[in-house]
């Protein structure tokens, strides 16, 4: 029996603050692919740059009720987008059992600046 494995190369728009205050949101296209197999759980994901700007960073599949949530596991790293120097903290994918996608960054040292996708359910952070 083959097991379904899911596979996608995807491009999300983080740009709503669920946490914190910025006078100004950058608007941050993020380009993602993922891997993951149904059958055995396995999976991962990597956000491959933002803004054109690459970063390559791994993403862990985290068991969840409903979705594949892949997150990363970075200490906090600074990194130049469209210019600005940003902290990049944590990333955080999600695929819906639906179909939908949502996207979080986390930045600074302390969490203390959310950006998301609309669609993000922030009952997650």
């Not at 994918?93 to 302390?110: D, V």
Request: proline fraction near 4%.
């Amino acid at each position: 029996m083959t097991s379904p494995v899911y596979s996608n190369a995807l491009s999300l728009t983080v740009n709503t603050i669920v946490r914190g205050t910025k006078s100004t949101p950058l608007e941050m296209r993020c380009m993602f692919t993922y891997s993951w197999d149904a059958l055995t759980g396995a999976g991962s994901a990597q956000l491959l740059g933002i803004n054109g700007s690459m970063l390559a960073l791994t993403l862990y599949l985290e068991p969840e009720v409903g979705k594949v949530r892949f997150t990363s596991n970075i200490q906090p790293t600074r990194y130049a987008i469209l210019g600005n120097p940003i902290y990049l903290k944590k990333v955080v994918l999600e695929i819906h059992e639906s179909g939908e996608t949502a996207a979080a960054l986390f930045f600074n040292t302390n969490d203390a600046l959310v950006q998301a996708t609309t669609n993000f359910n922030t009952a997650s952070l």
